[in-house]
């Protein structure tokens, strides 16, 4: 995945499980795992694509991925079209995520190359300059908006870590409260509290892509992943 942050980082969810109808009420997750979440949301479809399809997890558009790697590029309009759409660059935002999913090769390093001579830019050091017709291989140095570099100063990520947040089983994701945890009882009309149990799981690399699937899949997302 093309995210920073530490291998220690824990990423932990304590499942509130209803015995009854065998299915995960919510979770009790932490900034982390939001994080997590949220990253995937910024994943273009071909990282996607890519990663499940390296696990066997993938359907059609694992086809279609498949056919524009083995597409000759004679009847590609270049080959750096071929390499965007196979790994797409994600911009670095100033989002630190934990390492839920594999290494997909995509670079988040915004890489940004000019003529020596003209003020022409581009992200590819391939192209030529309109103007003198010499490759844009000047590598330029880009520098971090003052927000950016305090996301990574302050933890980085998508969401604070100052509260404990609440995900339910379809990824509906709300900050968490002892009132917001009533209310989820009494509108799964749960009446005996004694049916419910409560889990706590570790998230690894297995779990990553599961969810990354399950997302795509299904609304009963924790469910299906942790109580199938």
Known sequence: MAASSSDSTKVTLKLLIDNKSKKVLFAEANKE?????????????????KLLRKNSLVGALGNLYDSIENLSNTYMQSDQLKETVLNPKI?????????????????????????????????????LCPQCKVTMKTKMEYVASYGAVNKTV????????????????????????????????????????????EKVVSLEMKEGLMLLKASLQCKNVLTSVFLS
């Not at 795992?33 to 694509?49: A, E, K, Q, R, Y």
């Not at 604070?160 to 968490?176: A, E, F, R, S």
């Open 33 to 49: 795992f939001v994080d997590f979440l949220f990253h995937i949301l910024s994943l273009p479809v071909g990282t996607v694509i």
């Open 91 to 127: 911009s670095n935002s100033g989002a630190h995520v934990p390492l839920l999913l594999p290494n997909a090769d995509v670079s988040m390093d915004r890489e940004f190359y000019r003529c020596s001579t003209h003020n022409f830019v581009s992200d590819d050091p391939t192209p």
């Open 154 to 197: 302050e933890g980085g990520g998508f969401v604070k870590g100052v509260v404990t947040y609440m995900v339910m089983d379809d990824l509906v994701v709300k900050p968490m409260s002892t009132i917001s945890s009533i209310t989820m009882l009494n509108k799964f009309n749960v009446k005996e509290v004694g049916a419910l149990d």
